[in-house]
């Protein structure tokens, strides 16, 4: 089976995954390239194609949202949340020109119960070997599935124009830093450098380590019926897509590990996410 192919099948895969209960989750802003000090709207979004809503999530479940600035500054955005509340989840108001490392993470206490079919479908489907090892292993492929799962959201947002961005190093430095989330995407390269990168290569790290035979995808966030790219990691944590041309855009990845036989789950996962995007260029 040559390449295309092979493509093509990991992406029927994911694609059928998705309608058996892998929704992902991130952060929406209203654009991703801002003026400095305007207010921006955001929304916390889940699910894709007909599956795409607002998180129905509560504040009380939000354990963290804050922002890393262009100069180091870390600044705490949560009073800014408010899901649930009218048109919008939330605004951001960013002062200093830049590109800002926005991160949302939530807590553990949401489950998931799934019929041993779809629950195992769920799993080949997004490369969760751990968690099909574990049900082989122990001979529980006709049991149902369940988890608890926590979601960890970053965003790239740029305040201001790239090109002219003055502290374009200490920004390189906050998008390219591990920030110390259980499971998250680093990209390698601020995707807003001016010129654009031709390519975006991501590390995904799981408790601060390379994981190695992760399933990363690439979503354009307009038509996201299916991912665009999706790409498994090598020994070193590393994926490579091309990169993005203009429009909203998400990598998105998933892992697990199973649980003790005493706990309310089989399996705990996290949902990570980096949302970013780029301004429509006039014609």
């Not at 509340?85 to 020109?97: K, T, V, Y």
């Not at 369940?146 to 790239?156: D, I, P, T």
């Not at 979503?219 to 790219?229: C, G, K, M, R, V």
Request: aromatic share 8%; glycine share 8%.
């Amino acid at each position: 089976m040559n390449r295309t192919a092979k493509h093509v099948l990991l992406l029927a895969g994911i694609c059928s995954s998705w309608s058996c209960g892998a929704h992902d989750f991130w952060v929406q802003p209203g654009n991703f390239w801002v003026r400095p000090d305007t207010v921006t709207p955001l929304t916390l979004q889940v699910g894709h194609g007909p599956y795409r809503q607002r998180s129905p999530i509560s504040a009380t479940r939000i354990t963290r949202f804050d922002a890393l600035g262009p100069k180091g500054s870390l600044i705490d955005l949560r009073s800014r949340l408010h899901p649930g509340n009218g048109p919008e989840d939330g605004n951001l108001q960013l002062e200093e020109p830049g590109t800002y490392l926005l991160v949302l993470e939530t807590d553990n206490k949401a489950q998931s119960h799934l019929p041993a079919i779809r629950f195992n479908d769920y799993l080949q489907a997004e490369g969760l070997t751990p968690a099909l090892q574990q049900r082989i292993r122990t001979k529980r492929m006709d049991a149902d599935g369940s988890e608890c799962y926590s979601r960890r959201a970053k965003v790239l947002v740029q305040v201001g124009d790239a090109s002219g961005n003055p502290d374009a190093r200490t920004s390189q430095q906050a998008v390219t830093q591990p920030v110390g989330l259980p499971l998250e995407i680093v990209p390698e390269q601020n995707p807003y450098t001016e010129p654009r990168p031709a390519t975006l290569s991501v590390r995904v790290l799981y408790e601060r380590r390379p994981l190695a035979r992760a399933l990363v995808k690439l979503t354009q966030l307009e038509h996201d019926s299916a991912p665009l790219e999706a790409q498994w990691t090598d020994a070193a944590g590393r994926a490579v897509f091309h990169m993005p041309g203009e429009g909203g855009w998400l990598l998105n990845v998933i892992w697990t590990r199973p649980l003790p036989r005493t706990s309310e789950t089989d399996f705990e996962t996290i949902f990570s996410s980096l949302s970013f995007g780029f301004p429509t260029r006039q014609r």
